[in-house]
Each structure stands twice: as C-alpha cells, then as structure tokens.
C-alpha cells in the first residue's frame, strides 16, 4: 500500500500526480483514436495538468466517450495493473504500463512532458530489465495502488478547482455542454466510477 501513502501525503501528492496526469491523459488519447477522431497531441504541465487535443465532430458519442475517459483512464489501468500482479503476471504488468507510456511519447508535444514520460519510461524499463523478482512485484503493486488511490483523490479535487476557478474547462463542465447533465453530476459521477473499483480492490485486504 506504498503506493496509496505516496497519493495521501501532501508533500508526495504533487510528485506522483504528474503520473496520475499522463494516464489521464493517456486515456483521452486512446478513446479519441478508438472513436475515430485524429490525436493532435499531448501536453504534461508543470503545475500537473494536463491537454489533450484531437479533431473530429465537436458533439456527439465520441466526443462524449473522449471526454470522459481522462479520470477514469487511472482505475482502468491501476485495476488492471493489479489484477495482472494478483494472478501472478507481474512482467505483463510493467510491460503493460511501459507500452502506456511509449503512447503518450509517441504524441507528447512539450518539452516539459517529454521530460516526465521519459522519466516515467526509464522507471518502468529498469524495473523490467534489472529489478529483481521480488522488487518489481511491489513497485508493480505500488505503481498500481497510486493510480487506483489518485484516481479518487483527483476527482474529489476537481470539485474544489470548480469553486476556485472561474474558467469552465474541466472534462466535467466539457461533458456538460455536450450533454444535458450539469458538471457536478458528472464529476459525482466520475467519483463513484473511481471509488467503486478501489473499494472492490481493498475489500480482500480488509477480510483476509
């Protein structure tokens, strides 16, 4: 549960949340190409935000399905990651993260996100390559408590940059110019997607 201090602790959140933001990111991407609209590019910010651009119709299911994604694109992943580490395929799961990353390189376009899917791309290739077994089995299950974890968290923060910010860009008031539902049930929405799946993941660990 490394993984899920490193999300909690304020002085480790901002570090690890630039990882919480490139799978984020990572999501948008890979549902704009899956729906069929063309992948501009991907930028990772200093501050932990993120952009991702892509053309095609500006309304209906695909936009809705692009916009979407980015908070729940780290429970996905993070549910996956751990799931594969359960069954006893920790390599598939670097290697799983490791082609996540090599995506997002393959569209970031700052230097400053460059900077941040490198950094992330060596981490997971010297795991894969020179960690031993027992070594990547917890940075596998760390790598995927963070993102189960920061999922949450970045969805409980998005309601407070809500009431900060008077810009309305957030995926959840994106969704809801393009739906008839208003941004705060989307962003409840977005949190109950994201607690339900770490709660099904932490209840072994609660009985056992």
């Not at 993984?3 to 799978?23: E, F």
């Not at 899956?34 to 936009?63: A, E, F, K």
């Amino acid at each position: 549960m490394v993984g899920s201090g490193l999300v909690l602790l304020p002085t480790t959140w901002r570090q690890v949340r630039h990882l919480v933001t490139l799978v984020h990111e990572a999501g948008h991407a890979v549902v704009a190409l899956g729906t069929g609209r063309r992948l501009n590019g991907i930028r990772l910010h200093r501050d932990t935000s993120g952009l991702t651009t892509s053309v095609g119709r500006p309304r209906g299911p695909g936009m809705i399905a692009t916009a979407a994604a980015g908070y729940l694109a780290p429970t996905v992943l993070g549910l996956g990651v751990l799931l594969l580490v359960r069954a006893g395929h920790v390599a598939w799961a670097l290697w799983l993260a490791l082609v996540v990353v090599g995506f997002v390189l393959a569209f970031i376009r700052n230097w400053y996100g460059v900077l941040v899917v490198l950094l992330a791309g060596a981490g997971a290739a010297a795991l894969i390559w020179r960690a031993p077994a027992e070594v990547q089995e917890l940075a596998a299950e760390g790598f995927a408590w963070t993102l189960l974890v920061g999922a949450v968290r970045a969805t409980l923060d998005l309601w407070s940059h809500r009431r900060r910010s008077r810009t309305r860009t957030s995926d959840a008031d994106v969704l809801a110019r393009l739906t008839h539902l208003p941004a705060p049930l989307w962003n409840l929405l977005f949190v109950v997607a994201c607690a339900a799946p770490l709660a099904w993941a932490v209840r072994p660990l609660v009985i056992g």
